[in-house]
C-alpha cells in the first residue's frame, strides 16, 4: 500500500504559550492531514530535554516532556485558571520556541495545577503500573531541582552513588516535589494518549524516534551504570560520536556514553525491552535513530575536544533485532540508515527486515552517480524530501551547487509553472517507495529560518521553530490532496 505523511514535531505547532503542545492545534493538525490525504503523522523524541534542549539528548528514555502539556485544557479540568497562564510572559516571537522562558515560568505553572490535583484511583494505577521507570526519575528529578539543575555528577557522592540510605531520605524529604513528578507524567501520559486515539480513529498513525544513545545527565545512566562504559567515578571510557566526513572535518562529538553491550545481552537486554516498550506506548512506528551503530558504532576516548581519535568498535548486530522481533513482533520498525554506509550495516538493515530510509536533497550529486537518485529505490523503503537534520528544500535550492540544482532541474522536469519545491516533492510522490514523508517547511516552502536543526551545534536556532496560526489551512489541504491522490497514496475510498 502506497503512503505518505508528514513530519513535524509537535513543538512546532501554533499556539499561544510559547511552544506547541497536545491541545487544540494538534486535533486541528491531524485533521488537516487527513484532509490532505495522508496517513502518518512523524514526529520527534517526546521526552524531557535536558542541555541544548535537544529531543535526542533527554533526561529519560521513557518519560514524557511537560512542556507538551496543554495548558488550557487544564484550565477547562479546573486545575489552572486562565488568568494565571496569562500573567506570564511566554515570549515575544510566535515563530520561536523560548526555551528559556520555559524552563522558567513552565514549572511554575504546572505547580499551581499541582497544588489543585486531589490523586485518586486512576492516578494511583498510573505511578503503580509505571513504577518500573517513574520512580527512579520523579527522584532524579526532585534531586536536580534539589541541586540547582545540576548534573547528578556534581551530587553528594552518596547520592551520585545511589547509597540506600541517602537516597530513602532523600525520597522521604522531597517526597512532594517527587509526587509533583508523579503528577506531571500522568498529565501527560493522559493527554498524549487522547490525542493517538484521535488520530488513530481519522485513520492517521504516529511515527516516533527512538536516539541509540541517552546522555550522560541523564536518569536511565544515573539509575543503571553497569551497563555503561564507565569508570570507577562514574565517568565515562568512551563516547559516542560520528567520524570526519565531507561536512565536517572534526567528525561530531556527540559526548554520550556508550553502553556495555555484553552486560546489555547478559540481562536479555532488559534495558532495551523496558525502553522499546515505552516508545510502543506512545507510537505507531518506531524510526530507530543511528541504525548504523548496531552494527558498529564510533568510539572517541573521553575527554578528546574532537571526534577524530574516535575507531570503530562492533556492535550487538542481528543478535539484539533478534531480541527485538521476538518481543514487538507486531510493531513496525523503520532504519535510519544514514550516514557512513558499509556492507555491513547494509546487510543488517536486510537481515533485519526493517525499511531504510531514502533522501530526495542527497540524490542529486553531479559528481557521481547517488543512491538515492529515486529511481534505484526499492519498494520497502520510506522516501524522505530531508529530515531534521537537513536544510528545507528551499534551502536546499538556494544553496547547493548550479550544477547539483541543475541536475535535479533536468532529472526531474523541474519547471517555474509548477514551481521547484513542489517539482521536488512530486519526485518523491511518485517514486515507488512505499511511504513518502516531507516537512512541513517544505510544504509551506519555507527556507533557513524554518531549519529544524543544524548538527554538530548548540544553539537556539535549533529546535526551535514553530509555524504560524493557520499554516493547515484548507487550502494547501486541497493541493496536497490533489498530488497525493494523483500518486496513489491518498488512502482508499478518499
Avoid at 480513529?201 to 541523564?218: E, Q
Avoid at 528544500?393 to 535535479?408: F, I, N, P, R, T
Avoid at 517555474?416 to 511518485?430: Q, T, V
Wanted: hydrophobic share 40%; glycine share 10%.
Amino acid at each position: 500500500m502506497r503512503q505518505s505523511g508528514i513530519l513535524m514535531h509537535i513543538t512546532s505547532l501554533p499556539g499561544n504559550y510559547g511552544i506547541g503542545t497536545m491541545g487544540k492545534e494538534a486535533y486541528k493538525f491531524v485533521d488537516f492531514l487527513r484532509e490532505a490525504g495522508q496517513s502518518y503523522w512523524q514526529i520527534l523524541p517526546l521526552s524531557p530535554t535536558g542541555f541544548g534542549d535537544s529531543p535526542y539528548q533527554a533526561l529519560s528514555s521513557c518519560a514524557g516532556n511537560h512542556y507538551l502539556i496543554d495548558l488550557d485544557t487544564l484550565v477547562k479540568e479546573g486545575l489552572l485558571k486562565k488568568a494565571e497562564i496569562k500573567a506570564v510572559n511566554w515570549g515575544a516571537n510566535p515563530r520561536k520556541v523560548d526555551f528559556g522562558i520555559l524552563y522558567r515560568h513552565r514549572t511554575e505553572v504546572l505547580k499551581l495545577a499541582f497544588q489543585r490535583f486531589t490523586p485518586d484511583e486512576d492516578f494511583s494505577r498510573f505511578v503503580e503500573e509505571n513504577e518500573i521507570w517513574l520512580k527512579d526519575y520523579a527522584l532524579f528529578m526532585a534531586l536536580k531541582e534539589h541541586y540547582g539543575g545540576s548534573a547528578w555528577l556534581d551530587w553528594p557522592q552518596e547520592l551520585r552513588l545511589r547509597e540506600e540510605k541517602a537516597l530513602a531520605e532523600k525520597q522521604e524529604g522531597l517526597a512532594e516535589t517527587v509526587c509533583f513528578h508523579y503528577f506531571l507524567q500522568y498529565i501527560f501520559f493522559r493527554q498524549w494518549n487522547a490525542l493517538r486515539a484521535y488520530a488513530n480513529r481519522k485513520g492517521i498513525r504516529i511515527i516516533g524516534d527512538v536516539p541509540i544513545y541517552v546522555p550522560l545527565d541523564s536518569v536511565d545512566v544515573w539509575a543503571e551504570p553497569e551497563l555503561y562504559q564507565l569508570d570507577e567515578n562514574r565517568y565515562p571510557v568512551k563516547v559516542a560520536g560520528c567520524p570526519p566526513d565531507s561536512f565536517t572535518a572534526d567528525g561530531q562529538l556527540w559526548g554520550n556514553p556508550i553502553y556495555d553491550w555484553q552486560k546489555m545481552a547478559d540481562t536479555g537486554y532488559a534495558w532495551w525491552i523496558r525502553r522499546l516498550g515505552a516508545a510502543a506506548k506512545l507510537y505507531d512506528v518506531i524510526r530507530i535513530d543511528h541504525f548504523r551503530g548496531f552494527e558498529s558504532y564510533w568510539a572517541v576516548p573521553y575527554g578528546d575536544k574532537t571526534a577524530r581519535n574516535g575507531q570503530w568498535v562492533k556492535g550487538p548486530g542481528m543478535d539484539f533485532f533478534r531480541m527485538v522481533q521476538r518481543q514487538f513482533p507486531g510493531l513496525d520498525f523503520i532504519a535510519e540508515d544514514l550516514g557512513f554506509m558499509t556492507p555491513e550495516v547494509r546487510q543488517l538493515q536486510i537481515d533485519s527486515g526493517y525499511p531504510g530510509m531514502k533522501v530526495i536533497e542527497f540524490a542529486f550529486d553531479s559528481r557521481e552517480e547517488s543512491d538515492y537518485l529515486p529511481h534505484l529505490y526499492p519498494v520497502d523503503s520510506i522516501c524522505y524530501t530531508g529530515t531534521h537534520d537537513n536544510v528545507t528544500l528551499k534551502q536546499w535550492l538556494s544553496e547547493a551547487s548550479a550544477k547539483d540544482v541543475a541536475y535535479a532541474k533536468a532529472y526531474l522536469g523541474l519547471n517555474r509553472g509548477e514551481g521547484y519545491i513542489w517539482g521536488l516533492i512530486r519526485g518523491g510522490m511518485g517514486s515507488v517507495s512505499r511511504l513518502f514523508i516531507a516537512q512541513m517547511q517544505d510544504y509551506l516552502e519555507l527556507g533557513k529560518e524554518a531549519r529544524m536543526n543544524f548538527p554538530g551545534t548548540v544553539s537556539t536556532d535549533n529546535w526551535t521553530w514553530r509555524a504560524e496560526k493557520g499554516f493547515d489551512g484548507r487550502r494547501l489541504a486541497v493541493k496536497l490532496y490533489s498530488v497525493t491522490k494523483r500518486y496513489g497514496r491518498a488512502p482508499a475510498g478518499k
